[in-house]
T-cell receptor, first 117, second 112 residues
Framework: GAVVSQHPSWVICKSGTSVKIECRSL??????MFWYRQFPKQSLMLMAT?????????EQGVEKDKFLINHASLTLSTLTVTSAHPEDSSFYIC?????????????FGPGTRLTVT | DQQVKQNSPSLSVQEGRISILNCDYT??????FLWYKKYPAEGPTFLIS?????DKNEDGRFTVFLNKSAKHLSLHIVPSQPGDSAVYFC???????????FGTGTSLTVIP
């Protein structure tokens, strides 16, 4: 099946610094990628939808200046958490949709555990 | 506003028995439903899906049932195996746009 990778899998950073997380579709092209955030024992919450070559669409309540998303190619989207604070500590998961059809399967990456000290 | 709910945070089942995981939703516009399985520190993996035009979909040991009038779906795993131990998320799709709505997950433990 389709494979989506994320890098790094785990990162610790100091408060005030920025962290970049990469999401790659390894064996398919993804015009649309999604970024989710999961708090402990809570559901996956969609943060933003990333479309190749255009600006990301952010969900309500997500600060676009804090969570910068770039989808530079059909196989790579990046999420940069700027000026990270301890409350940004979370599990970030990306997914990529194969094809262009709305509702098509999303393939999830393994997630990135961010800890801000 | 949690539009997809999994009211049981955890479930324990003996190996070989049936596991039944439940999911309720509130939005009648949802027309496609999926179940994902997630191990700790990993991303979710797709398990099985069902369209709203069906009431049952079966794939090996996994069967998903949909009751549209009750806005309820369930995942049956039979027979349950220790390797099935994971967190299971149900997700719903409204038929347009991009967003999948996820439930809060049910942690299944299959006891050998």
């Amino acid at each position: 099946g389709a494979v989506v990778s994320q890098h790094p899998s785990w990162v610790i950073c100091k408060s005030g610094t920025s962290v970049k997380i990469e999401c790659r579709s390894l064996d398919f092209q993804a015009t649309t990628m999604f970024w989710y955030r999961q708090f402990p024992k809570q559901s996956l919450m969609l943060m933003a939808t990333s479309n190749e070559g255009s600006k990301a669409t952010y969900e309500q309540g997500v600060e676009k200046d804090k969570f910068l998303i770039n989808h530079a190619s059909l196989t790579l989207s990046t999420l940069t958490v700027t000026s990270a604070h301890p409350e940004d500590s979370s599990f970030y998961i990306c997914s990529a949709r194969e094809g262009t059809a709305s509702g098509g399967h999303q393939y999830f990456g393994p997630g990135t555990r961010l800890t801000v000290t | 506003d949690q539009q997809v709910k999994q009211n049981s945070p955890s479930l324990s089942v003996q190996e070989g028995r049936i596991s039944i995981l439940n999911c309720d939703y509130t939005n009648s516009m949802f027309d496609y439903f999926l179940w994902y399985k997630k191990y700790p520190a990993e991303g979710p993996t797709f398990l099985i899906s069902i369209s709203s035009i069906k009431d049952k979909n079966e794939d090996g040991r996994f069967t998903v049932f949909l009751n549209k009038s009750a806005k309820h779906l369930s995942l049956h795993i039979v027979p349950s195996q220790p390797g099935d131990s994971a967190v299971y998320f149900c997700a719903a799709f409204p038929g347009s746009g991009n967003q999948f709505y996820f439930g809060t997950g049910t942690s299944l433990t299959v006891i050998p």
